[in-house]
T-cell receptor
């Protein structure tokens, strides 16, 4: 069963705008990870945030984690056409297995 | 860049045939995973290995699927006999420690 659930399921934005997607999960985690998947390709690891961290940045990506609410958010700033992809959150429960959500499909319009 | 290599990239087979998918994890990565992705179920964990030992294959239909790591450079996933409902993209991924996974490009399997 999928542990993480992303919201929204789909997002369409104009190039240059910011994109925000959220992930909720059910049980305690060791860390939470975000991945990107371009159409027809494998998943690419974007960022990992540990349970004792609240915010992390990587380039135009900003991830927050609220363990009290069991939720995380991924913000992509100044979006580009190349950011068009599906984004997945994945939760790690200390046993090295990741449980993936259903993903958010992001479309960036030129 | 180090990468996880999966072969074949595409496979079309007839129902009842045996299918073997191969994965070469990144050298030094001691944990290897097999996932299946479908539109309906999303990403499902089928099996994973740590230091070549199978740790969890509870996600696999045992009667037809088998996963092995004959050595540190090769992981295999076999389906025998294959069924149309097995049509999906199968991903192999590897990691070391609790860092992020590195995924292969996947094997797109179509069973007709």
């Amino acid at each position: 069963s999928q542990q993480g659930e992303e919201d929204p399921q789909a997002l369409s934005i104009q190039e240059g705008e910011n994109a925000t997607m959220n992930c909720s999960y059910k049980t305690s985690i060791n860390n939470l990870q975000w991945y990107r998947q371009n159409s027809g390709r494998g998943l690419v690891h974007l960022i990992l945030i540990r349970s004792n961290e609240r915010e992390k940045h990587s380039g135009r990506l900003r991830v927050t984690l609220d363990t009290s609410k069991k939720s995380s958010s991924l913000l992509i700033t100044a979006s580009r056409a190349a950011d068009t992809a599906s984004y997945f959150c994945a939760t790690d429960f200390n046993d090295y297995k990741l449980s993936f959500g259903a993903g958010t499909t992001v479309t960036v319009r030129a | 860049d180090a990468r996880v290599t999966q072969t074949p990239r595409h496979k079309v087979t007839e129902m009842g045939q045996e299918v073997t998918m191969r994965c070469q994890p990144i050298l030094g990565h001691n944990t290897v995973f097999w996932y299946r992705q479908t539109m309906m179920q999303g990403l499902e964990l089928l099996a994973y290995f740590r230091n070549r030992a199978p740790l969890d294959d509870s996600g696999m239909p045992k009667d037809r699927f088998s996963a092995e790591m004959p050595d540190a450079t090769l992981a295999t996933l076999k389906i025998q006999p294959s069924e149309p409902r097995d049509s999906a993209v199968y991903f192999c991924a590897s990691r070391v420690g609790d860092y992020g996974y590195t995924f292969g490009s996947g094997t797109r399997l179509t069973v007709v």
